[in-house]
């Protein structure tokens, strides 16, 4: 399958995503992603929205978590000059099966590669 760029979007506020370093990394990996910020120092890097629109990722993925402070939502539709956001590829995943490691992430996973598989 062909490879996509794309951006986790870790958190919202700040807005963080992942490294390479990281085991969420290695969860794309598996759905045969490329990270556009891979190569950044830190593994929790803090991004803005200018760092986004510079990495120019074809697919977004936006976990979603049950906390009791729910994150704010960004709306990404303001910068179509991103290809995601002019293409609507955009994916939903659940962050409570995806970040924590345990068995539970195998459904995370799979969950999330069958829907980057509608985007390819």
Not at 29 to 40: K, P, R, T, W, Y
Not at 66 to 95: G, L, M
């Amino acid at each position: 399958k062909p490879a996509i760029a794309v951006f986790y979007q870790r958190v919202s506020e700040p807005m963080m995503t992942i490294n390479v370093t990281t085991w969420i990394n290695q969860l794309i990996e598996v759905c045969q992603l490329v990270n556009v910020f891979a190569d950044n120092a830190t593994p929790y890097p803090k991004l803005s929205i200018e760092n986004v629109i510079v990495a120019q990722p074809h697919l977004m993925i936006l976990p979603d978590e049950n906390a009791d402070k729910p994150q704010p939502v960004i709306d990404w539709h303001k910068w179509p000059e991103i290809p995601a956001v002019k293409n609507n590829k955009f994916i939903h995943v659940d962050a409570d099966l995806l970040h924590r490691f345990s068995t539970r992430m195998l459904s995370g996973i799979e969950d999330m590669c069958e829907k980057i598989d509608q985007h390819r």
